[in-house]
């Protein structure tokens, strides 16, 4: 059974920074791609980054040059590093992982992100 555990989430103030943790069991991470939404309170869950198994990066265009994704396979764990937050990152955050083959997704939990003002 694959499971994904979030973690690190938290208060910040604007300005501040946050990493996130995605710890992934049952299954081996290098064979994923790996995914960060946000959902914000009423609205839609969005995309956030991405990071392939080969190791390159996309970004959404409102946390770019902000945010970093990476990996550590040895470790089975994914990592969204935050920085210069804003109050409109505000939402819960998921890491999800899809195979790029076949296509099969699964996805944590979520933490909470609350920047404050």
């Known amino acids: 059974q694959v499971q994904l555990v979030e973690s690190g989430g938290g208060l910040v103030q604007s300005g501040g920074s946050l990493s996130l943790s995605c710890a992934v069991s049952g299954s081996a991470l290098r064979d994923y791609t790996v995914n960060w939404y946000r959902q914000a309170p009423g609205k839609q869950r969005e995309w956030v980054a991405q990071i392939s198994n080969g190791g390159n990066t996309v970004y959404v265009a409102s946390v770019k040059g902000r945010f970093t994704i990476s990996r550590d396979n040895a470790k089975n764990a994914a990592y969204l590093q935050m920085n210069s937050l804003k109050p409109e990152d505000t939402a819960v955050y998921s890491c999800?992982?899809?195979?790029?083959?076949?296509?099969?997704?699964?996805w944590g939990q979520g933490t909470q992100v609350t920047v404050s003002t």
């Open positions: 999800n992982i899809q195979h790029p083959k076949y296509g099969y997704a699964y």
